[in-house]
């Protein structure tokens, strides 16, 4: 059966369906009144009969007027694959950000819908100045709902603000998120890295918003871990819209870590779409570490010793069992100081505002004081020469600040006259 298809079932049964039968059509030629061919349509409402069905969906995103004939014909409710996945983010969501985030996609899912049935129905009326009260129903509810999504949007601008905020808070700290795709186990190796109580459930997408947690990956050394949405093959994209705030998260963090369930069948494809997403999302040439999750459900061991053979670079754990958990923090402070810069910068000791700047935004790893005279100073203080690690989105920034004092001389305190 197609990959595709098996998920959909999976995806149904999250949404609390019982899946009763399967129907793979060979679709070669998309008919605009009903997707499949009319013969198909048939097959289907006669499947639906005798099985009693009460729900149809398919893998494919179908148009309003779709929706409608085919309804018509088999005589059920029936659902797109956007749909589907809009209801169980519906149902899954938690927080206010969450439930905000999928409020938005949906209503903008149902409003182009909307449109749609109303250029028909006027069609069918005879057009421009024929208005039936049917149509002013549906321009009213257009209207409701274009007042609801600004609203959210509003609401979500609210929210991005505060997070900005958030985020410079720990702007010294290097920020890593976990992505991937959708059951993967990113919650699970959060709470294992973080000891988090995060939601971790063999469903889909049982996480909707960005949780963060300090993690000391090694001794004295703290890094921003984020636990994320996860990803889905023709993930609608309205909805990765609308998951801005929590994708921002995304967005913005240093490194990532892409997880990847290494005992699912289609797991090469699952890191495909994951990649493709971040695309999508404007995210590209952020360092990644690859870490190979479930190894423990791994059957054969030449598999797993095949896979290690084609990503030597990546980490191979089992966060249910707590595996490889040390190689991961390794590979992940490798990831991290393989993106890092470390700079050198002399300041006069009287621009606290250039050292405060620099302690907010990079990990000061050595401090040395000169006192004596600066060209820059009324008074005699001296320089310190700050040894730093910093992220590659503060390099620009801070690259200014050394070059500022690049020629910076100091006259010794104790050569000084007395
Ligand atoms: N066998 C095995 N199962 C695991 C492992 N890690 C996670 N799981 C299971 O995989 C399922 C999904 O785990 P989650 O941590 O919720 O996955 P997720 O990536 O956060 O999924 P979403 O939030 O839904 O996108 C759960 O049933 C976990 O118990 C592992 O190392 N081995
Ligand atoms: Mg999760």
Redesign the pocket.
């Known amino acids: 059966m197609d990959d595709s298809i098996r998920e959909l079932a999976l995806l149904a049964d999250t949404a609390g369906a019982y899946v009763i039968d399967i129907i793979v059509p060979a679709v070669q030629r998309i008919n605009v009144a009903t997707f499949v061919g009319k013969g198909k349509v048939q097959e289907l409402a006669e499947r639906v009969a005798e099985k009693e069905a009460d729900l149809v969906i398919f893998d494919d995103d179908l148009s309003n007027i779709q929706v409608r004939n085919i309804e018509r014909e088999v005589g059920c409710k029936l659902l797109d694959r956007s749909a589907l996945i809009l209801d169980i983010f519906a149902r899954n969501a938690r927080t206010a950000t969450a439930k905000t985030q999928v409020e938005l996609a949906q209503l903008e899912y149902l409003l182009p819908r909307l449109t749609r049935q109303w250029t028909h129905l006027s069609r069918q009326k005879g057009g421009i100045g024929m208005r039936g009260p049917g149509e002013t129903q549906i321009e009213t509810d257009r209207r409701l709902i274009g007042t609801r999504i600004a609203t959210l949007k509003e609401r979500l601008v609210k929210i991005d603000r505060q997070r900005t905020t958030q985020r410079k808070g720990r702007a010294n700290f290097t920020r890593v998120s976990l992505i991937g795709y959708?059951n993967a186990g990113?919650?699970?190796l959060?709470n294992e890295l973080a000891g988090a109580g995060?939601?971790?459930?063999n469903r889909l997408f049982?996480?909707l918003d960005a949780t963060t947690r300090t993690v000391e990956i090694s001794p004295g050394r703290d890094v921003l871990l984020s636990?994320t949405?996860?990803f889905i093959r023709k993930l609608p994209h309205r909805l990765i819209e609308s998951f801005k705030s929590t994708l921002d998260e995304v967005r913005e963090s240093d490194i990532l870590m892409h997880v990847l369930d290494a005992s699912h069948p289609s797991f090469h494809e699952h890191k495909d779409v994951v990649q493709r997403t971040l695309l999508e999302l404007d995210v590209r040439d952020k360092p990644t570490l690859l870490v190979f999750n479930k190894v423990d459900a791994i059957e054969d061991p030449l598999d797993l010793l095949a896979l290690k053979n084609e990503f030597p670079h990546a980490a191979f754990v089992s966060a249910l069992r707590g595996i490889g958990l040390k190689e991961l923090r390794d590979k992940l402070i490798a990831t991290i100081d393989a993106g890092f810069e470390e700079i050198e910068a002399v300041i006069p000791v009287s621009d606290q505002k250039a050292i405060q700047h620099i302690r907010t935004v990079a990990e000061v790893l050595k401090e040395d004081y000169t006192w004596g005279r600066v060209p820059y100073e009324a008074e005699t203080l001296g320089v310190v020469r700050l040894l730093y690690r910093v992220a590659p989105r503060y390099t620009e920034d801070l690259s200014a600040l050394t070059e500022r004092y690049k020629d910076l001389k100091v006259v010794p305190e104790d050569s000084l006259p007395v």
């Open positions: 959708t990113k919650s699970t959060m995060v939601l971790a459930e049982a996480t636990d949405v996860g």
